[in-house]
C-alpha cells in the first residue's frame, strides 16, 4: 500500500503563473516559433497561433489544471480516479512518460546552449559563426556530453530542492529576468539597419501566404509551446491552491507565453533579414537558426559579443525552467505511483536522464551509425513524443473531460470560491467537439509528414 504523505504546493498565485510560464516558455518559443512563423506566412502565422492559442489552447490548459487540482494527483493518479478501466489508466500513463522521453534529449540541447555562452563569455564568438562550427562540435562527442551532463545537474538539483525552494523560487528569479533580456534583444535587433521589413513581415497578416498547412502547423507549435500533453499543467495543477482562481492563472500563462513567443520572433526575424538583406528563406533553416545562423548575424553586428551572452543566458533560462518542469512531472509521477520519496524519484530520474541523454547527445557523433526509422536518436525522441505521443495523451484527456468527469464537474472547481469561469462556452465546445479533431489532425500530419506522405 502505498504510503500518503502531504502533498507539496505553490505559494500562490504568482508561484504557479510563473512556474507554468516557465514550463512554457522554453526552446519552443525562442527558436521554433521563429522559424515556423517565417516558414509559414509571418503575420497570418502569428494571427492563426494567438486565434488557437486563445480557444485550443486555453480548453486543454484549462481541463488538465483543473483535473490535477481536483484529484491532487500527478497524471496517472488523476486519469485512475475518474477513468474506469486500463483504457484511461493507460492515457494517464502516456501523459507522465512524455516527459521521461522529452527531459533527456531537451538536456542534450541545454547542453549546446551551456557551450555557446562559454565560447561568447570566452569573446569567441567570431569562432562560433564559422562554417562547420556547429556540426564540428555536435559530432565530437566529449564536448556536447559534459555540456548535456552540466545541464542535466542544474536540473536536477533544483527539483531535488522542492516545489518552493526549488521550481518556484528558481521561477521567480528566472522569468522576470527572461522577460528583460527578451526586450533588450528585441530593441536591439529591430533597430538595426534593414530590419522593419522583418518587423513588418512578422506582425502584418498577409492573406496570400495563408495555406492548410499554416494552420496545422501553429497548432503543432501551440502544443508544444504551452506545455499542453506532456503532465506537467495536471501535476502544477495538483500543487495549485484552492483559493486561486484557474481561469485566471491560465490567461496569465497564455498572455505570459504568446508574448514571449512573439517577443523571439521580434529578436530574430528583424535581425536575419537585417543580416540577409531581406531574404525569408534565411530564417527557414529550422534547429539550426539558433546554432548557425544567429551567430553569423552576431558576429556581423555591432556589440556582438554582449548581444550573444544576452541571447543565450535567455534561451538557457528559458530551456531550464522548462527542462525543470518536465523534470518535476515525471519526479511526483514516482512519488505518487511507487510511493517514493523525493530523493530516491530524482535520483531514478537522473539516471533516465543520463542514459537517454547520452544516447542523444553522442548521437550524432561516435553513436552516429545507429538510426531508427532514418532518424538519429535525438530526432527520433522528439518525433516520438511531440508527433506522436503528445497527440494521443491530449485525446485521452478530452475522452476523460468528456466521457467520465463532465464539463460540470471541471466547472465546478474552476468556480470554487466564487471564481469566474468566463470563457465557458468556448470551453465546452472545444472539448466536446473540435479538440479531437485537432489533435487528430497534428497526429496523422506529423506523421505523415516524416514518412514523406505530405511535405510540411
Known sequence: MKHQKKRSSFSGKIGFVLSAAGASVGLGNIWRFPYLAAKYGGGIFLLVYILLALTFGYTMIMAETALGRMTRKSPVGAFATFGQGWKFRFGGWINA???????????????????????????????????????????????????????????????????????????????PVLVVLAVIIAVYSMTREGALSGVKYFLVPNVENFSWMTVVTAMGQMFYSLSIAMGILVTFGSYMQKDVEIEGATRNVEIFDTAIAIMA??????????????????????????????????????????????????????????????????????????????????????????????????????????????????????????????????????????????????????????????????????????CMIFTAVILLSSVANVFGWISM
Open 97 to 175: 512518460i512524455v516527459p521521461m522521453l522529452i527531459v533527456p534529449y531537451y538536456s542534450t540541447i541545454g547542453g549546446w546552449v551551456i557551450k555557446y555562452l562559454f565560447e561568447y563569455l570566452r569573446g569567441n564568438g567570431t569562432e562560433l559563426a564559422a562554417d562547420g562550427y556547429f556540426t564540428d562540435f555536435i559530432s565530437g562527442g566529449t564536448a556536447a556530453e559534459i555540456g548535456f551532463l552540466v545541464f542535466a545537474a542544474m536540473v536536477l538539483v533544483i527539483i531535488y530542492a522542492g516545489v518552493r525552494n526549488g521550481i518556484e523560487r528558481v521561477s521567480k528569479f528566472m522569468m
Open 265 to 434: 520572433g521580434l529578436m530574430i526575424i528583424p535581425a536575419v533579414f537585417a543580416f540577409s538583406g531581406g531574404d525569408p528563406e534565411t530564417l527557414k533553416a529550422g534547429p539550426s537558426l539558433m546554432f548557425i545562423t544567429i551567430p553569423k548575424v552576431l558576429a556581423s553586428m555591432g556589440f556582438g559579443t554582449v548581444m550573444g551572452i544576452l541571447f543565450f543566458v535567455l534561451v538557457l533560462f528559458a530551456a531550464l525552467t522548462s527542462a525543470i518542469a518536465l523534470t518535476e512531472s515525471a519526479v511526483s509521477t514516482f512519488e505518487d505511483e511507487l510511493g517514493w520519496g523525493r530523493k530516491k524519484a530524482t535520483f531514478v530520474m537522473g539516471v533516465i536522464i543520463i542514459f537517454f541523454g547520452s544516447l542523444s547527445s553522442l548521437g550524432y557523433g561516435p553513436l552516429g551509425f545507429i538510426k531508427i526509422i532514418g532518424m538519429q536518436f535525438l530526432d527520433f525522441f522528439d518525433f516520438l513524443t511531440n508527433s506522436v505521443m503528445m497527440p494521443i495523451a491530449a485525446m485521452a484527456t478530452c475522452l476523460l473531460v468528456v466521457r467520465c468527469i463532465g464539463t460540470d464537474k471541471i466547472a465546478e472547481e474552476v468556480q470554487k470560491n466564487g471564481a469566474p469561469f468566463k470563457r465557458r462556452k468556448i470551453f465546452d465546445f472545444m472539448i466536446r467537439y473540435l
